[in-house]
């Protein structure tokens, strides 16, 4: 435990870029809670606050800098900490920190902030005695520490298995900046899940960046087709015979991981959540070459085939960068028709970005700005249709609903949840006695229709 001098400190996160992060966000908020710190939100003062930045992109670089700033104005006198892959980025370029920032730490140096905090903060109560010597020292705050960030994190938890990447696509810049592929042992992660279970963790996230090749360094001179995945699934099928844990949702896979033996297998395991985010990033062959994706159209949807055919109606959602070097409009038209012919679940769309140390960035036939917005308009547009479409396949069906919040829209209060697909749910509270008593709880509901674009509305059933 660190020792903050007597000091408890409000500290507020903001977390940018994948899921490793918020995973590793949450790590770090425990750990500040086991130290007997208090959790607050990023919109109030806080004595610290910490950017788990991104650097996928220059425009995850922009946003990570522009959050520091955005937290130094908030509380002149706080502790910012920048931490992750944008600290990395700029330490390899050799580049300049920024000056708004008390704190930089690296991937790899996670583990250390609350002792990096505290240090610091240490430092700067000694400078502020010399300089106020004749006042009074402020005696340590013996409040007790606040349980509401700890109840609101009660549902669901990411817990990261592996870490890093040698698929070395030409857009990003992971391989080079978390370094080689490493897996967390699977007794740890086993630990970890059985930690998360006894805080009351209904649902674990199995998160990694390049999830698909975890257990690959547990091996010699296998990839993870050799594989077959075998050792995620050996994983999988550990982790659900835990008692507690109500639902395993997978990270990002990566298609070629999609075998028949590897689905079938999959759905043998109970609790697994028939929600599969399979980063397609583009709908045409050539420009998946180009992006040294390894898979082609076809397989992909030999993929979506085993999976519609082992699970029913699974929640199949994906990623798509448009604009990527030298894309055509008759390339852009081709993403756009697979797109529709996948009928996703949910598509994120991404414009692409150019980051310096790519391939990609040295490409020519850069995508004006213009053209990446207007197709990406225009691909959200055909997003949005076909996630209407797929959550209308549950009109009028029960679905078992894990309540997370109860948050207000339209000036009505709704308690809302998220189903195995991922589908969000909106209860009307009125009715309900001690509505925020159902958080944390699967319950089941009737689908009733559409609340919003992305939310539908259930009753209890
Ligand atoms: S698979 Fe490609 S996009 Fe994903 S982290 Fe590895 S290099 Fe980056």
New binding site residues.
């Given amino acids: 435990m660190a020792d903050f001098g007597g000091s408890i400190l409000k500290v507020a996160f903001l977390t940018l870029g994948c899921k490793v992060n918020f995973y590793e966000t949450e790590k770090m908020k425990m750990q500040f809670e086991e130290a007997g710190h208090t959790i607050v939100s990023f919109e109030e003062e806080a004595d610290a606050y910490v950017i788990n930045t991104c650097t996928v992109t220059n425009i995850a670089d922009r946003k990570s800098r522009k959050m520091l700033h955005r937290a130094r104005r908030k509380n002149p006198d706080a502790i910012i900490a920048a931490v992750g892959c944008y600290v990395d980025s700029v330490r390899k370029k050799g580049g300049m920190e920024e000056e708004s920032v008390d704190l930089f730490l690296s991937n790899t140096e996670k583990a250390q902030l609350v002792e990096k905090i505290a240090a610091f903060e240490a430092a700067k109560r000694k400078q502020a005695e010399h300089a106020y010597s004749g006042e009074k020292k402020e005696a340590g705050c013996q409040g007790s520490m606040s349980r509401k960030a700890m109840e609101q994190r009660h549902t669901r938890a990411f817990l990261k298995v592996q870490d890093g990447?040698n698929?070395?696509?030409t857009y990003?810049i992971?391989?080079y900046v978390r370094g080689p592929l490493t897996s967390k042992k699977e007794e740890d992660v086993i630990k970890e899940a059985e930690e998360l279970a006894k805080q009351g963790i209904q649902e674990i996230v199995i998160t990694g960046?390049?999830l698909s090749s975890y257990g690959v360094d547990f091996t010699e001179q296998k990839t993870f087709l050799e594989l077959g995945g075998e050792p995620l699934l050996s994983l999988l099928r550990k982790l659900s015979a835990k008692k507690g844990i109500r639902r395993i949702r997978l990270g990002s896979l990566?298609p070629r991981i999609m075998t028949e033996t590897f689905v079938s297998s999959l759905a043998k395991i109970p609790n697994i959540c028939p929600h599969f985010h399979l980063?397609l990033q583009s709908g045409c062959d050539d420009t998946l070459r180009r992006m040294n994706r390894r898979y082609r159209t076809r397989e992909y949807l030999d993929c979506l085939k085993l999976l519609r055919k082992y699970f029913v109606h699974p929640a199949i959602t994906t990623d798509i960068i448009v604009g990527f070097p030298q894309e055509t409009e008759a390339e852009f038209a081709a993403t756009c028709a697979f797109a529709e012919k996948a009928h996703f679940a949910q598509l994120h769309v991404f414009k692409y970005s150019r980051r310096q140390g790519t391939f990609a960035d040295t490409m020519e036939g850069q995508v004006s700005e213009q053209t990446k917005a207007d197709r990406s308009e225009r691909l959200i547009a055909i997003g949005k249709k076909m996630q209407m479409e797929y959550q209308s396949l549950f009109e009028g069906q029960i679905e078992e609903v894990l309540f997370e919040e109860i948050i207000s829209i339209n000036h009505k209060e709704y308690l809302i949840g998220y189903n195995e697909r991922y589908i969000r749910f909106g209860i009307d509270t009125a009715g309900i006695p001690e509505p925020e008593k159902c958080c944390n709880t699967i319950h089941p509901v009737r689908v009733l229709g559409h609340l919003t674009d992305e939310i539908l509305l259930g009753e209890y059933s």
Avoid: R
Wanted: net charge negative.
């Fill in positions: 990447c698929q070395y696509c990003c992971i391989p960046i390049h990566e980063s």
